[in-house]
């Protein structure tokens, strides 16, 4: 018998408006009352918050008071067409300013949904005439490319709306361009009045000091291809997907194209039901992988950011970020699509595998949006650096290897403090590796009846000997490529010869009585 499966249905309908929507409407319509025709106001409210619905309401009330037009900013094309829609639920005509679109009929509107480039050619070539527009509104308004459209409405009130009100580029600070910060309902609020879903993170301590910052201030996606596409890593993701979120709806972000499709392949050869997009894709490729995702109860799709903004599919249950990103906003963004509600969903799952949850905090955290917005460059000079986040890392086995270690009281050895202690004392830096290495060996032993079981666990301790020589590295100013191969490699085999010269001496100091033979 086949399972029924359960009717997901929505919380709200486009045109209901709750009560902190009703009453940021009124804040704006306030300012807009009482400060100067040509104020630039910005509005934040979470990803979910329904920022779409309250400038929708906002364009309705204004057009039926003011005997002037709007026009209201997007930067996608998606997004034109998604507000466009929205005004239209609201019994708002609108006309949409397309690369295609004529304009011989645009005294007819009082309305128009444009996209940011598309309306930037049409004013330089004098096509649309904006000399009555009074109210312009800005959809995603921390991207930058809205701006070189503002000396074209030096008369017009500007509204910008955002989640997150944080320049991309330090140069551009969203103050420069907006005179004040409407901060709307925390994320906490909203979960906690059931109009977002609460999130559940997990997050990997990973390595990512090979990562290259590109001239946008974010990771470069060929530094962060080549850690991504690693086999190790491309089965630390599928592995992390099984542990947490196994025939659970998942949609993953990575940094490039080729880390999506290396990922879409790891996942196919692990059994699970996974599809790949990226903006190569056909309308009507993505569009059938979209609905693919929607109806497949356990779908998992592997994306590369196009899935950022616009688009809204309620029943993810799981979050991957198989990235790292140095943007807020994107951390935001991302996380954000898997925050919609639904009557049978109130939590979801974020895997984070970019040290994203080290460098900005958990999502929904008690951000100060308006000092952030007033001295960006405070809060971006206070991100923590990889460095330093690493630094706090306690590498562990991974619980696969640790089961093999079981009779182990602690797997765990402190390079960091047993370097420190060793200059304290005055001792040379080789005692440290030296430590590392007889406390492998005992571990090793305590898990062994012979001398051949503990030399198969010391090669199970790769990685853990791989992520000790880093930091002992570290700790002595010392890490190019071959010195950490060398080291690496003589690691490994003074740990054998340990093992084999010390093994029934350490095994009978251990467990009270010589090895069997």
Known sequence: MSETKPVIQEKKTDKELYEYQQGAIQQIFDKFDNAPDDYHLLYQLPTGGGKTVIFSEMVRQYLKNHDKKVLV?????????????MLTSFGVTNKVVNSKA??????????????????????????????????????????????????????????????????????????????????????????????????ETYAYDMGLT?????????????????????????????????????????????????????????FREAGLPIMHLDNTATKKQRKQILQWFHETPNAILTSVSILTTGFDEPTIDTIILNRATKSLTLYYQMIGRGSRILNNKSKFTVIDLGNNLYRFGPWGADLDWQLIFKSPNWYADRIKSDEAIEANFKHELDDEIKEEFSKSEDTYFDIKQT???????????????????????????????????????????????????????????????????????????????????????????????????
């Open 73 to 85: 900013m997007t930067h996608r094309i998606e997004l034109c067409n998604q507000t466009s829609k």
């Open 102 to 199: 004529n304009l011989d009929d645009q005294a007819e509107y009082s309305c128009f949904v444009a996209m940011v480039e598309t309306l930037n050619n049409r004013l330089n070539d004098n096509m649309l005439d904006i000399s009555d527009v009074g109210l312009v509104i800005i959809d995603e308004a921390h991207y930058n490319s809205f701006t070189k459209l503002f000396k074209f409405f030096d008369k017009s009130f500007i509204l910008g709306v955002t989640a997150t009100p944080l320049s991309s580029n330090k140069e551009l600070p969203m103050k420069d361009n907006y005179q004040e910060l409407i901060a709307g309902e925390t994320i906490e609020n909203l979960i906690e009045n059931e109009f977002l879903a609460r999130c």
């Open 210 to 266: 090979s990562l290259e910052v590109g001239s946008n201030g974010d990771y470069t996606v060929k530094s962060s291809e080549d850690l991504y596409t690693s086999p190790a890593m491309l089965q630390k993701t599928v592995d992390a997907y099984k542990k947490h979120s196994l025939g659970k709806k998942a949609l993953i972000f990575n940094n490039g194209i080729n880390t999506s499709i290396s990922v879409y392949y790891a």
């Open 419 to 517: 370097y420190k202690d060793a200059v304290d004392a005055g001792e040379s830096s080789k005692v440290v590796l030296e430590r590392s290495i007889e406390q492998h060996a005992k571990i090793c032993i305590e898990n062994s009846e012979d001398v051949y079981d503990a030399l198969g666990l010391a090669k199970m301790l790769k990685d853990d000997i791989n992520m000790r020589i880093e930091i002992y590295a570290k700790c002595i100013s010392k890490s190019t490529h071959n010195f950490l191969k060398w080291l690496k490699d003589d690691y490994k085999k003074k740990l054998n010869s340990y093992l084999r010269a010390n093994f029934d001496e350490k095994f009978e100091e251990i467990h009270g009585r010589p090895p069997e033979d």
